[in-house]
């Protein structure tokens, strides 16, 4: 008989991580295992073997798939204490759903890459990057490279030299639409290639598990944050693509940054770790030039003869500028009419959905909110619906005020769908496609971008996922409806948010040799971010943003912890935060800072009135032993918040 610690994929007791079990077979740690859990079953992973304990146990009643890899055990232990969540919840991340359904086996086309590396050749400053990556001692590595340098090619051939190795690659994207443009790269090249995302179902989750389990031949990974707990055997490299993005945090719990837990996990497997982007996060290039992580610059584009595009600024505050329509000015309808006449492309940035963000009665003032969220409604005219974004409550557009009856009801601001049907109305013959959150599947960009790229579609209009790691040969102008749109918002981060949206947009145009265009429309024509951001001048902003947050006290000068209740009452809410808040600064060390209790950035969700404290510390042992202190019920915690609009 042998013994096992079994850890349940969901949470049996709250502070107890694993149970013993036994069976007549001998088993591998990291096998996934079906265990009574009194009168029931639970999905469960062999953590470790034991001996056989003084108390009667349970058996194993059945194995499934093949053993997981070490190093993913191990990173779900680091994960459960690194951000004091249980260990159930990590360990989910490396179960896919429905693991115990019988599935009908699919057979998988074979890709035939196009061509070899060999005709990818390398710039001098690509290979210099490249070989000073693979000079070090597998680490993580910071590569800065400015648009259009060549990132991906380097990538490439690191992947290509761990394959050589027998070793397989994971490369991480922000967004679920960037990997059609990196697979469409990586399959002229290679031939094993692996797409993971969120959206695909399933059966076609549990697929590619299987598949990653059962590959002898190193592979290629592309996708979004879950790829990253793929169980890969023998695994030489990790990619993390645009790491600036905050999507790289997860929202739910376990609370992770895939940035920390792709670097544990390729310090598990001995495995490089490169960290990419033009605009790297603030705090991290601070902390790696503390620490002397290792920084590989690209400082100049990869392909010959690039010209940098022309930045035009036009100031809202001259309404001379917008003589033609109210937020096109002239110069941006010029500038997408000569594209239209020359066959280039165009690209709209705006990073708000919908047709208006406001609907009021110009009589009483009354204004459309959520009832729920009591947020306001943003009007779609192609739906003729008002909708909410945060809890997604739908009413249909009222014609007459319901307060006083006047049918003064207007819409205010501006949205991705109203900037398309205005350019609609104003160039007709434009092909024009939407890419946003309420794009239809069939036409989003990931699916629509060879359409997009041979230059189908004369102007783009988006969010910010058309504004970052496309490469459009025929983009000629990039129009950017409201560059200071961002920074009203209420957070430490939305500066330099403001400033890497902005400098990533800058980022599609001058990748040839023909001349192109940015026409930025903005309110603060002079904030830091903006005139920056527009400029791609990194380090400029970066000595002005650093010292802000040294004198403000944010990371990376101090760690942050967020509390958040939720109630029924807003009294309620205000009572119990005041209650904590109590607990809180009784326990807490003099040089820890608490602020609040307030209102949450999202004060009512749902039905829920929502109130927090945020704790800074230097220390962040202080924060995690202030974590065990928080209620059972009605309150959540996030430590290293990517932002702090709950």
């Not at 739910?252 to 792709?262: D, G």
């Not at 040799?513 to 930025?520: G, L």
């Not at 943003?545 to 309620?572: H, N």
Request: contains cysteine; charged residues 20%.
């Amino acid at each position: 008989m042998y013994y096992y610690h079994v850890a349940p994929t969901k949470i049996i007791i709250p502070n107890v991580d694993f149970f013993t079990y036994h069976s007549t077979e001998l088993l591998e740690v990291g096998s996934i295992v079906l265990v009574p859990v009194g009168t029931r079953t639970a999905i469960g992973i062999i953590v470790e073997k034991t001996t056989k304990p003084d108390y009667p146990t349970k058996a194993i009643e059945a194995t499934y798939e093949s053993p997981l890899p070490l190093p993913l055990i191990d990173t779900a232990r680091w994960l459960s204490s690194y951000y004091c969540t249980h260990f159930a919840h990590c360990l989910q991340l490396l179960v896919p759903r429905g693991i115990t359904k019988r599935r009908r086996a699919s057979k998988k086309e074979l890709q035939t890459p196009l061509q070899d590396l060999v005709d990818l050749p390398p710039t001098q400053q690509q290979a210099q990057a490249i070989q000073t990556i693979l000079s070090h001692k597998p680490t993580t590595t910071i590569l800065h490279g400015v648009t259009g340098s060549g990132k991906t090619t380097v990538y490439m051939h690191l992947a290509r030299d761990m394959q050589q190795q027998g070793k397989s690659t994971i490369i991480l994207v922000p967004e679920i639409t960037l990997t059609a443009q990196l697979v469409a790269h990586f399959q002229r090249f290679f031939t094993h290639i692996i797409v993971s995302h969120s959206q695909q179902t399933e059966a076609e989750r549990h697929r590619i598990f299987r598949e990653v389990q059962a590959s002898t031949e190193p592979v290629i990974i592309i996708g979004a944050r879950s790829a990253l707990f793929l169980p890969v055997a023998n695994l030489g490299l990790i990619v993390v693509d645009e790491f600036h993005e905050p999507s790289f945090k997860q929202e739910s719990m376990p609370r992770y940054s895939a940035l920390r837990a792709a670097s544990v996990l390729a310090r598990s497997h001995h495995a490089y770790c490169i960290f990419g982007s033009a605009t790297p996060p603030i705090s991290d290039m601070y902390i790696a030039e503390k620490v002397h992580t290792p920084v590989v610059k690209l400082t100049s584009t990869a392909r010959p003869l690039q010209t940098k595009p022309t930045t035009v600024i036009v100031p809202f505050s001259e309404r001379t500028n917008f003589t033609s329509h109210p937020f096109i000015s002239n110069e941006l309808l010029n500038s997408l009419k000569q594209n239209i006449q020359q066959k280039t492309q165009s690209l709209i940035f705006h990073n708000r959905r919908g047709s208006a963000p406001l609907t009021i009665c110009q009589e009483c003032g009354w204004q459309a909110l959520c009832p729920h969220c009591h947020l306001s409604l943003t009007l779609h005219t192609d739906t003729h619906q008002l909708v909410c974004h945060l809890c997604g409550f739908t009413t249909k557009i009222p014609y007459s005020c319901p307060t006083c009856g006047a049918a003064e009801i207007v819409h205010k601001g501006i949205g991705t769908k109203r900037i398309e049907a205005e350019l609609k109305r104003l160039l007709p013959e434009a092909r024009i496609q939407r890419f946003d959150a309420d794009t239809e599947q069939d036409k989003r960009l990931n699916v629509m971008y060879d359409t997009v790229a041979r230059g189908d579609v004369d102007i783009l209009i988006g969010t910010q996922m058309i504004a970052k790691g496309l490469d459009l040969p025929l983009l000629r102008t990039v129009g950017i409806i409201q560059a200071d749109s961002g920074l009203s918002l209420p957070d430490f981060t939305s500066s330099e948010r403001t400033f890497q949206l902005l400098s990533q947009a800058v980022g599609r145009v001058g990748r040839s040799d023909e001349p192109s265009k940015v026409i930025a429309q903005t309110y603060q024509p002079d904030h830091p971010a903006v005139r920056y951001g527009l400029a791609q001048d990194y380090a400029s902003f970066y000595t002005h943003e650093i010292a802000r947050r040294e004198r403000d006290m944010f990371p990376p000068f101090c760690y942050l912890l967020a509390f958040i209740c939720s109630y029924k009452t807003e009294q309620a809410a205000i009572k119990n935060a005041q209650k904590f808040h109590q607990t809180l600064l009784a326990a807490a060390p003099s040089h820890v800072h608490l602020f609040g209790p307030t209102p949450a950035f999202h004060e009512q969700l749902g039905d829920s009135f929502r109130w927090q404290i945020i704790v800074k510390s230097p220390q962040r042992a202080d924060l995690q032993r202030l974590v065990s202190l928080l209620p059972p019920s009605h309150w959540q915690y996030e430590l290293d918040p990517a932002n702090l609009l709950f």
